[in-house]
């Protein structure tokens, strides 16, 4: 029988004493990812710089929209780095259970070590992408703020927090119906216009629909980080932000602990 210990409950001791799994897999899905690639962990630059650049020199140079105190392109760079650790979390999660459906058939290890390595390579990403943006930061002579000693890993929390809660409900729910592998691309295409990466969501002139984009993860995590740099934050988004993470996260724990004991039979 391979199965999970009974009920569903947080079960930390559990995951203690299979932290190594912790590395292995996260160490090991980081050398698949950039085995037999010339250019190695620089392509979780390229994306990023790639896109800011598009992004400047369509909206900044036309229709010069945001006036504030961060520089266009720092003020989308910030944007898309989270945007990027958001997207990858989630994709990677959710697809990480039918991925390791061969060992998950063999033994028995706490399944939610799975799709929080796929976090942690997201995370690892992340790091790469953000010494890029402190060089831009430098290059573009835009000013850093105290206060993003506290901002700027704030921002990165809430924003592993949404992925773990999305990824983690996501990945269930794609073991039992994998209708969910192909509409998440659609669904992660209509969260990336609804953040507020290119635009500041002040900018929205209906009220109502700023309410609604504040419940989006990712628009209060990049509220923050864009506060380290100067931005006045804008705390409705935060709040919301915060209230819809906290949600995800217990709903997609929960809904995982709740299925993994049919993995090893349906994955």
Sequence with gaps: MIE???????????????????????????KVKYKQTS?????????PLMLMLLFTFVFSKNLKFYNGPIRY???????????GLFQ??????????????????????????IPVSSLLVSFFDFIIAFVLFIVFCFVYQQPIMWQAIIYFPAAVLLCLMASF???????????????FR??????????????????????IKQPWLQTILSFNPVNGAIALFRGGLGEPINEQAVIWSLVSTLFFCIAGYFYFRKTEAFFADIA
């Design 88 to 113: 990858s979390g989630v994709s990677h999660a959710a697809e990480s259970i039918i991925q390791q459906s061969g060992i998950i058939k063999k033994i028995y290890f706490p399944r939610l070590i």
């Design 4 to 30: 999970p210990q009974a009920g569903t409950g947080i079960r930390l001791q559990e995951l203690w004493e299979y932290r190594e799994l912790f590395y292995f897999f996260t160490w090991r899905d980081i």
């Design 182 to 203: 192909y509409a998440l691309p659609f669904l992660l295409q209509f969260l990336f216009f609804a953040s507020a990466i290119v635009y500041p969501l002040q900018t």
């Design 73 to 83: 392109e720092i003020f989308v760079l910030a944007g898309l780095i989270l945007w």
């Design 39 to 47: 250019l190695g962990i620089i392509w979780a630059v390229i994306q």
């Design 165 to 179: 809660g999305v990824g983690t409900l996501l990945s269930a729910l794609t073991v039992k119906f994998r209708d």
